[in-house]
C-alpha cells in the first residue's frame, strides 16, 4: 500500500482575507502520495451551486451562490496567495476533476492534481511539505470557492495535517466504556466504512465535530466521499455498496432478502447512501460487536 500523508480541509467564510458573510461551508480530505508525488482531493460543499458552471441545471434559485472560481493557493492561513492549481478558472484538472451534486443539495468535489498536470505552481514546488507531516499544523496551501457575489472568494480552507496511512497511535482505552457516546458513533463509523481501526488523529477530529453539533449523517457523507473510501471502493452501485456494509459491519456476506430490501431503498431514492451507513453502524448487531477493548483510541 502506498505511503500517504492525509490532511483535513475546513471551508468556512471566515478564513477568507478578509472574512466574508457567506452561509456557505464545507469539509475536505486531501491525500498526498509520498511515491507518486500525486495530490488526491475530496471536498463537500454546501450552500454554493456548482451547477451552471459546469453545464448542469441549477440547484439553487438565485444566481449570487452560483460558483465562478474554484482553486488551491499557495499561501498561510490568513494570507491571501497565489493560485497554484485550477479546478476552475483556470481548469487544470481536465482529465480527473469531477463535480457531482448529491442528494439533499450539497455537492462533491474530487480529482488529483499530479506532475503532468498544467498547474501555475507545479505539485513539486510543495513536496517537502506535503512530505514533512505534522498532526494538526498547517501546510502552506489552501483550497477556495469563489462565487458571483463573493468574487474573491466566498470560502476557503487550509490543508491540516490529520493522519498518516497505516500509523496508529498506541494508546488504548483503560476500560470498556468509550468516553461517551460521540466516541463510540465515531469509531463505529470507521469500521462500516473503512472496515479498519481509527486513527488517534481522525478518531479526536471526528469525534470533536460530533460533540460540536455535527450530525452523523454529515460525517457519513464525508466518509464515503473521501479519497480513502473511493481508493478502497472505487465507485461501487447500490448492489456493490449494500454488499460491503454487509462484510464491514457483519463480517459476512448479506442474506438476500435484506440485500434486495437495502438495495431497493437506494434505488427508489427512499434513502441517501448515508442514512443507510448510519443505519447499519449504529445497528444493535454492530453496536454489541464493537467493544472500545478492542480498539486502537
Known amino acids: 500500500m502506498a505511503d500517504l500523508n492525509?490532511?483535513?480541509v475546513t471551508l468556512t467564510s471566515a478564513q477568507e482575507t478578509p472574512p466574508t458573510s457567506s452561509a456557505a461551508s464545507g469539509t475536505g480530505e486531501v491525500e498526498w502520495d509520498l511515491g507518486d508525488k500525486t495530490l488526491t482531493y475530496s471536498f463537500a460543499v454546501s450552500g454554493l451551486d456548482f451547477g451552471p458552471a459546469f453545464g448542469q441545471p441549477p440547484s439553487t434559485l438565485t444566481t449570487a451562490d452560483d460558483v465562478t472560481g474554484m482553486h488551491f493557493h499557495s499561501g498561510a492561513r490568513g494570507v491571501a496567495g497565489p493560485i497554484a492549481f485550477g479546478q476552475l478558472g483556470p481548469a487544470q484538472d481536465a482529465d480527473d476533476l469531477k463535480?457531482?451534486?448529491n442528494v439533499g443539495g450539497s455537492w462533491t468535489v474530487r480529482g488529483v492534481w499530479e506532475t503532468t498536470d498544467p498547474a501555475t505552481i507545479p505539485i513539486a514546488n510543495f513536496a517537502a511539505a506535503l512530505d514533512r507531516f505534522e498532526f494538526d499544523l498547517?501546510?502552506?496551501?489552501?483550497?477556495?470557492?469563489h462565487t458571483a457575489a463573493f468574487s474573491n472568494g466566498a470560502i476557503r480552507g487550509q490543508l491540516v495535517g490529520d493522519y498518516q496511512d497505516n500509523y496508529y497511535a498506541d494508546i488504548t482505552v483503560p476500560d470498556t466504556t468509550f468516553a461517551d457516546?460521540?466516541?463510540?458513533?465515531a469509531v463505529r463509523l470507521y469500521d462500516t466504512v473503512f472496515d479498519r481501526l481509527p486513527d488517534k488523529g481522525g478518531l479526536d477530529y471526528w469525534t470533536g465535530?460530533?460533540?460540536a453539533g455535527m450530525p452523523l449523517l454529515t460525517v457519513a457523507d464525508s466518509f464515503t466521499a473521501s479519497p480513502e473510501f473511493q481508493g478502497r471502493y472505487g465507485v461501487p452501485d447500490n448492489k456493490q455498496f449494500v454488499s460491503l456494509l454487509y462484510q464491514n459491519v457483519?463480517?459476512?456476506?448479506?442474506?438476500?432478502q435484506g440485500l434486495v430490501y437495502w438495495q431497493s431503498?437506494?434505488?427508489?431514492?427512499?434513502?441517501?447512501?448515508?442514512?443507510v451507513v448510519v443505519g447499519f453502524s449504529e445497528s444493535a448487531e454492530h453496536v454489541a460487536m464493537v467493544e472500545p477493548g478492542d480498539y486502537l483510541l
Do not use: C, K, M
Not at 457516546?181 to 458513533?185: L, V
Not at 431503498?265 to 442514512?275: E, K, P, Y
Open 6 to 8: 492525509i490532511f483535513r
Open 99 to 101: 463535480v457531482t451534486l
Open 138 to 145: 498547517d501546510v502552506p496551501l489552501y483550497w477556495d470557492v
Open 181 to 185: 457516546a460521540f466516541q463510540g458513533q
Open 209 to 211: 465535530h460530533l460533540r
Open 250 to 256: 457483519l463480517d459476512r456476506s448479506g442474506e438476500q
Open 265 to 275: 431503498v437506494l434505488d427508489s431514492n427512499q434513502a441517501t447512501r448515508a442514512q
